[in-house]
């Protein structure tokens, strides 16, 4: 976990000691909390901080942290036993009653997670409140589990949901978990319901925290540390870079530290002139064969290539038209303010003929890219740089669009529209028509 990025110096402070402040208290109104944000937005970094600070403190007991590219780490296999094992260190008197119930059944790992959950976590940490002198009130009582949804299995995230509040209900004293995690369907929908419901609060990774302000400190620091100590820092001008650059990357950033880390690592290469290479991020200089986006890239590949192959042509066709006619009206503000929005996913059925409920099912496997209002009202967007990588073939590949085909594709589908419901002059679609 050391080795793994953490949260940058001076960022999430308020967060992580409203965090703190929880976990260290004496009890609990809720035991859960579910840290839930977008893809990139941090989520990962800010649980290895708090488990390095809870550590410190004395009250961390273990943590898991998911990684769809690692094996033994993307999956429920091997969860309970992990967990086990961090009990059995951190708290030795537990060890004795781990090992005599795997002994009294090797082929415990074979059982179901709440059977292993039972016999190696629940029932030691049972046993040994019952001695006298065991001290609850200052022992290690934080449970910590990061990226449920990189777990590959679907029920399996819900297994592990369901075997934790049950383990937590049945501890006498305050334990409690914090688990952090994309805002999906399947892990969204088990936080409405039941028992988890009841025992859970929610913590977004939204502005309320200071995103914009910790990614602004972030950039500033990390650009201050260049001027210093690269090796190319005396080619650099005076007033690199401007204030107005580091403010563009702000809000192309949108919250998500995944993309300012990608523009550190870009610009910083000991190898290159960093005043160069921020020109090539920004579009002023030809990039040629470099990948200035590359983990950002891989990042939202890895999404995309979740979604159906039978639905990746329509969910791509529409992401096309939302983000075509929105680049279009940001070009052409309608003349006046009370138009409604041109892309909500009630306009994008009937102008591709889809059926109620079409636009969200094709874009139902992107819920850590965008999000659509309850009322069907709006799309929106947690990646403002998602456009620049889904619009640059160079960049997406397979799941490229082209802009030119997606404005002949409104074009045609508004002239469908006009043949097929002629123009009402009363009044009925007058000033607002399709383009704004």
């Not at 949260?7 to 703190?20: D, F, M, S, Y």
């Not at 006298?132 to 290690?140: A, G, K, L, M, V």
């Amino acid at each position: 976990m050391s080795d793994h990025p953490k949260c940058h110096p001076g960022t999430r402070v308020a967060l992580l000691n409203r965090l703190i402040a929880w976990a260290t208290a004496l009890a609990y109104t809720y035991p859960i909390i579910w840290l839930h944000g977008p893809a990139g937005s941090g989520k990962s970094a800010i649980q290895r901080t708090i488990a390095q600070l809870l550590h410190e403190r004395g009250v961390l007991l273990a943590s898991f942290f998911f990684f769809r590219a690692a094996a033994g780490r993307n999956s429920a296999n091997n969860f309970i036993a992990t967990i086990a094992y961090q009990v059995a260190l951190v708290i030795p008197a537990t060890r004795p009653h781990i090992e005599q119930a795997i002994t009294r059944n090797p082929l415990i790992f074979s059982l179901s997670l709440w059977d292993q959950a039972q016999a190696m976590i629940l029932s030691p940490i049972l046993a040994i409140l019952r001695e006298p002198s065991f001290n609850t009130r200052h022992r290690p009582r934080i449970f910590i589990i990061d990226g449920l949804d990189e777990c590959e299995d679907p029920d399996g995230q819900c297994r592990i949901l369901d075997v934790l509040c049950r383990v937590l209900q049945r501890l006498p004293v305050p334990f409690a978990l914090i688990i952090a995690s994309r805002p999906e369907h399947r892990i969204r929908g088990a936080f409405d319901l039941g028992e988890l419901n009841r025992c859970s609060s929610r913590l977004s990774l939204d502005n309320s925290y200071g995103c914009d302000l910790d990614i602004m400190k972030f950039l500033v620091d990390k650009f201050d540390n260049i001027r210093k100590l690269h090796p190319f820092r005396a080619y650099l001008p005076e007033s690199w870079p401007t204030q107005e650059v580091i403010d563009n990357l702000v809000v192309k950033a949108t919250g998500q530290f995944i993309y300012v880390s990608t523009v550190d690592k870009f610009i910083s290469s000991i190898r290159h002139n960093p005043a160069e290479r921020l020109d090539v991020l920004l579009g002023n200089l030809d990039a040629g064969k470099l990948k200035p986006f590359e983990q950002l890239d891989s990042l939202y590949s890895v999404i995309f290539h979740a979604i159906d192959q039978a639905d990746l042509a329509g969910t791509l066709r529409v992401l096309g038209i939302v983000m075509g006619l929105s680049l279009r009206r940001r070009q052409y503000p309608p003349a006046t303010s009370n138009n409604p929005m041109p892309y909500s996913p009630r306009f994008i059925e009937r102008l591709l003929g889809l059926r109620p409920g079409g636009v969200r099912c094709l874009l139902f496997d992107l819920e850590s890219l965008l999000t659509i209002d309850d009322d069907d009202w709006e799309i929106r967007f947690f990646h403002a740089s998602l456009s620049d990588y889904l619009f640059d073939k160079s960049r997406s590949g397979q799941f490229w669009i082209d802009a030119e085909m997606i404005y002949a594709d409104i074009a045609q589908q508004c002239l469908l529209r006009l043949i097929s419901e002629p123009l009402d002059w009363t009044g009925k679609y007058y000033g607002n028509h399709i383009i704004g």
